[in-house]
């Protein structure tokens, strides 16, 4: 006959283990971090454990100093400010609205082993952006090693990148505003990019040799520009660099009165059969303005026909679709 477990401590470790994934971080170590040494250790064994803070934590913190170096996925929210020298083992790090001592601590603290970096903030003081830019030149440095992932789509690029160095592990990036200097700098000195998504700066900078990136494969540009006509070729301009590309995604904004203007338009045709090759799929997302005034009978009829001259025009070369947005 089999004996009973009738105590949680005589249960397994691997069964253990199982029950602490139904849990956060500070509920497991509340719970059972001060036991013994065995639950001790085996808190410490748990790969991607994870720990949420906010400002609502803000008077309990100094009570989870204690495990900081056995947390991998660390998301700061709403402000909250906490010191990263505690986190020795972090390999994922999200920030919410991050204020501006944490920025201070990104770019003067180690964290040998980040691999995830991802920042939003809503508001975006003069001091953060100058941190910001800062934080640039720390993450194209030695000091991320191994990061892979890094989302900072809200924060544009600004001169001077002189001192940028190479980044072998950077896999997916996602930035702010940049220009085209800017771009094919991130490019020649990521040769592992995959994945690039940015905000198109419009400008007249002349680059007479173009170095091309054969491994990126993903490219999402979101074109800020609402002046009328669009000069494609400042598109162009980020498109001839990345001949292996797989897919493309181009966010453009345009009034609904002048897309009227638009209904034999081009749409990037031309630059995709001359030099992109490999492209399988191609996305256009149209963010239109003042639309909602008007009836939704003539709104649909001028989407449809510009739909269908859509499709027409890039049909039987690779899967294209096309999405209005109405702001």
Same mark, same amino acid.
């Given at each position: 006959m089999e004996k009973s477990i009738s105590r949680f401590q005589d249960l397994p470790n691997e069964l253990i283990i199982d029950i602490y994934k139904y849990l956060n971080a500070r509920e497991i170590f509340q719970s059972f971090y001060h036991i013994n040494i065995r639950?001790?250790?085996l808190f410490e064994s748990i790969d991607n454990l994870q720990l949420t803070v906010s400002l609502f934590d803000s008077n309990e913190k100094k009570n989870y100093e204690e495990f900081f170096i056995s947390i991998q996925i660390l998301i700061i929210d709403r402000g909250f400010n906490i010191d990263l020298?505690?986190?020795?083992? #972090?390999?994922?790090?999200?920030?919410?609205?991050?204020?501006? =001592?944490? @920025?201070?601590? $990104?770019?003067?603290?180690? +964290?040998?082993?980040?691999?995830?970096l991802s920042i939003t903030h809503k508001f975006l003081t003069s001091t953060i952006?100058? #941190?910001?830019?800062?934080?640039?030149?720390?993450?194209?440095? =030695?000091? @991320?090693?191994? $990061?892979?992932?890094?989302? +900072?789509?809200?924060?544009k690029i600004e001169m001077p990148i002189y001192n940028w160095q190479q980044?072998?592990?950077?896999?997916?990036?996602?930035?702010?505003q940049i220009n085209i200097f800017i771009y094919r700098t991130i490019l020649s000195l990521c040769?592992? +990019?995959?994945?690039?998504e940015l905000k198109k700066f419009q400008n007249n900078q002349f680059l007479a040799n173009i170095e091309l990136h054969s491994n990126l494969k993903y490219l999402i540009i979101k074109d800020e520009d609402q002046t009328f006509p669009w000069n494609d070729k400042f598109i162009n301009d980020y498109l001839i660099c990345v001949p292996n590309l797989e897919k493309l995604i181009i966010h453009r904004k345009i009034f609904f009165k002048k897309l009227i203007e638009y209904?034999?338009?081009?749409?990037?045709?031309?630059t995709i059969i001359h030099c992109l090759y490999l492209l399988h799929q191609f996305n256009l997302?149209?963010?239109?303005?003042?639309?909602?005034?008007?009836?939704?009978?003539?709104?649909?009829?001028?989407?449809?026909?510009?739909?269908?001259y859509f499709l027409c025009l890039h049909k039987d070369q690779y899967h294209a679709q096309i999405q209005f947005i109405q702001e």
């Open positions: 639950f001790k250790k020298k505690y986190f020795k083992n #972090l390999r994922r790090l999200m920030l919410r609205n991050p204020k501006e =001592k944490i @920025f201070e601590q $990104l770019n003067h603290h180690s +964290l040998p082993y980040i691999e995830y952006q100058s #941190l910001i830019i800062d934080l640039y030149q720390r993450i194209f440095s =030695k000091h @991320f090693l191994y $990061l892979k992932f890094c989302n +900072l789509s809200e924060m980044s072998l592990s950077l896999y997916i990036l996602k930035v702010g040769p592992n +990019l995959y994945l690039f209904l034999n338009y081009n749409w990037f045709r031309s997302i149209l963010h239109i303005y003042g639309s909602k005034q008007l009836t939704k009978c003539y709104r649909e009829n001028i989407f449809s026909s510009l739909k269908e």
